[in-house]
């Protein structure tokens, strides 16, 4: 795949399907090399490339990946949730993609109504340093009244932010190690624990939800809130 797309520049795609079948297996020995021929060895140079060719390929096998999860026989979560967002094909995620990817202004007389600011761990506690610190810091500032939540490992983040009353962890274990499909089966988890939080937020208050390529959201690639309502709250950092 990677030699062919190096030339071509395009997505091969029964390569990719291949790789999805076997990561799927209900071998674990089968699934656990898929897996690994998955992440790192298909998405780690797309993601290293640092290019916009190499993420767009990369979101784009993300999305076909959860569609196949979706038809396993452990995938039922994910295909439930998928339906729910009436995201059940590649090409709803895709377009899903698109308009997220399309620069959006922020209302500055919104600043003082949002009460809460919903972020997501980059899993790494490098990546955290890097994105998510920095990204809570500005936050912070521009938000004066808002609480900001980061979803990710309690234990290993909170040290991060101690000294300030406004930032809180919220703990969710995102397996690391594990088969795709279970990796991909804790994507409905963090949608019904966003909703959880949202549910503090009362009426005409604002909220606003941040992906900065976060593994719980697979990149971004899948929604944790309604694409209706991620028009108005959902920013996507790609």
């Known amino acids: 795949f990677l030699a062919e797309y190096e030339a071509t520049g395009k997505l091969l795609e029964s ?5 999805l079948e076997l ?3 209900k071998d674990e020995e089968i699934a656990a090399i898929g897996t690994q021929a998955y992440h790192p060895g298909l998405l780690g140079p797309l993601g290293n490339s640092l290019t ?6 990369l979101q784009k096998i993300i999305a076909r ?3 196949r999860v979706a038809q396993t026989e452990g995938g039922k979560p994910v295909q439930e949730q998928l339906e729910t967002f009436e995201l059940e094909n590649v090409e709803a995620l895709e377009t899903r993609l698109e308009k997220l990817s399309a620069t959006r202004p922020f209302e500055v007389a919104r600043r003082e109504q949002v009460k809460k600011v919903i972020l997501f761990s980059r899993i790494a506690l490098g990546g955290d340093v890097v994105t998510n610190a920095q990204a809570i810091g500005l936050f912070l500032r521009i938000f004066p009244n808002a609480d900001i939540v980061l979803f990710g490992n309690e234990k290993a983040l909170s040290s991060l ?3 300030e009353k406004r930032v809180r962890v919220r703990n ?13 089966s804790k994507w409905p988890e963090a949608v019904a624990a966003v909703a959880d939080e949202l549910a ?5 208050d604002d909220y606003v939800i941040v992906s900065l390529g976060s593994r719980i959201t697979e990149g971004g690639v899948v929604p944790v809130i309604s694409p209706k309502e991620e028009a108005a709250h959902y920013y996507y950092w790609d």
């Open 65 to 67: 990946a959860f569609v």
């Open 172 to 184: 969710h274990a995102y397996p690391r190690s594990g088969r795709m499909t279970e990796r991909f």
């Open 200 to 204: 503090e937020v009362s009426d005409g």
């Open 23 to 25: 990561a799927t297996s």
């Open 15 to 19: 390569a990719v399907d291949i790789i």
């Open 52 to 57: 916009e060719q190499g993420y767009s390929t």
């Open 161 to 163: 932010f101690a000294g």
